[in-house]
């Protein structure tokens, strides 16, 4: 190797850390942003518990009329919902909703599937 290609590998190898480090510190810090929004969310409900209660019917019935379906506080969806294709998926097999529950246990990403 000669002098000009060791330094554009150290280049390289330079801009990849910074990258790395810049990855890591966005993860860290929308961690703590999803741990703080997630107690500031529940202090409202705590404080607020018939405004939060309504708000979270209309975003329930927002995201049914999408065909989103919501859990339950079991984990199950809703008998209505039944056995549906997950748009998310690239092979169209058939889901149970147990088996949504058991992913959205996992993720703790929220109401959408």
């Not at 860290?28 to 703080?36: H, I, S």
């Not at 919902?81 to 147990?98: E, F, K, N, V």
Request: hydrophobic share 30%.
């Amino acid at each position: 190797m000669n002098l000009e290609a060791k330094r554009r590998m150290k280049e390289k190898d330079k801009a990849l850390e910074k990258r790395m480090r810049n990855a890591e510190r966005r993860a860290v810090w929308l961690r703590n942003y999803q741990r703080a929004r997630g107690r500031a969310l529940t202090r409202l409900a705590q404080q607020y518990p018939d405004q939060f209660k309504e708000i979270l019917e209309e975003e329930r019935l927002s995201d049914e009329a999408q065909g989103k379906a919501w859990l339950d506080i079991s984990g199950t969806t809703r008998d209505d919902a039944g056995i549906y294709l997950s748009p998310h998926r690239q092979d169209s097999s058939y889901r149970s909703g147990q088996t949504n529950a058991d992913e959205q246990n996992q993720s703790n990403v929220g109401a959408e599937e």
